[in-house]
């Protein structure tokens, strides 16, 4: 008979409660301990069932140590014992499932990324098609901009021509300018100098009629009719000669402030 705590026994109630999880290196440590306490029963069958439980074991761990905290059989709450394959295909398989998982995750954030940089692109192709419209806008008018300095230039050219065209004019003009100032003020001087004779001459004629006259009062004697008409036409001449002076010389200092303007 089993005892109540033997291997066996745990093996069986343990596969009971856990009947859905499947294998785990606790059950299948217990197994191994169940099949080692049922051997030495066996009988005659016992050397080929341990040969069995050898090939077995070798099939079921593989050379991988690990340690556990799970209680033992017999007490032990810490040891170290090959690991079972099963466990290194969980492991793998979790480790694929995370490393799966990880993938995904880097996945969508370099989808995230790419559909960033995608629109970043579609902005910048936006942006340089915008740019490109731009100095192509640009490019027209610099062209215009240059025909039209080209014009200006050409017009500048022109009234530069023009310009020392009207200075050599204007020096030729002012050479002419100069001669008839000149002449005009020798005329003026001349004019000047008459109208000063005749002025003195008038006064001469004036002290001499203005002494005729008195001594024709004091004498109260009338002059001759035929000696009259002479005094008066000489007096005349000389007035007309002397406003004719001075009227020449208002015209010729005229003539000479709007040839200097």
């Not at 299948?28 to 066996?42: G, N, R, S, W």
């Amino acid at each position: 008979m089993l005892k109540g705590k033997s291997p066996v026994n745990t093996y069986n109630l343990l596969a009971l409660e856990n009947s859905q999880e499947g294998l785990t290196e606790e059950r299948i440590c217990l197994a191994f301990q169940a099949y080692d306490e049922l051997v030495p029963k066996l009988g005659v069958f016992t050397p080929i069932f341990q040969k069995l439980r050898i090939d077995l074991f070798e099939a079921v761990y593989s050379d991988y140590l690990t340690g556990t905290s799970e209680k033992r059989a017999d007490g032990d709450t810490e040891y170290i014992q090959r690991l079972p394959y099963f466990s290194l295909v969980q492991q793998l398989f979790r480790q694929k499932h995370d490393y799966n998982e990880e993938l995904k995750e880097q996945l969508d954030s370099v989808k995230e990324r790419l559909l960033e940089e995608h629109r970043l692109l579609e902005e910048a192709q936006e942006t340089v098609t915008a740019k490109e419209s731009l100095i192509s806008s640009l490019s027209t008018t610099a062209v215009e901009l240059e025909s039209v300095i080209g014009d200006k230039d050409k017009q500048i050219n022109e009234l530069k021509n023009e310009f020392e065209k009207a200075r050599e004019m204007f020096k030729s003009s002012q050479v002419q300018w100069e001669s008839n100032i000149a002449e005009l003020q020798e005329s003026l001087l001349e004019a000047r100098n008459e109208n000063n004779f005749l002025s003195g001459f008038k006064k001469g004629y004036d002290a001499v009629y203005n002494a005729f006259l008195d001594k024709s009062d004091v004498f109260e004697c009338e002059p001759e009719k035929n000696e009259q008409p002479i005094i008066c036409a000489q007096n005349s001449t000389i007035l007309s000669n002397a406003e004719e002076g001075q009227k020449l010389e208002e015209q010729i200092l005229a003539v000479i402030n709007i040839t200097i303007d």
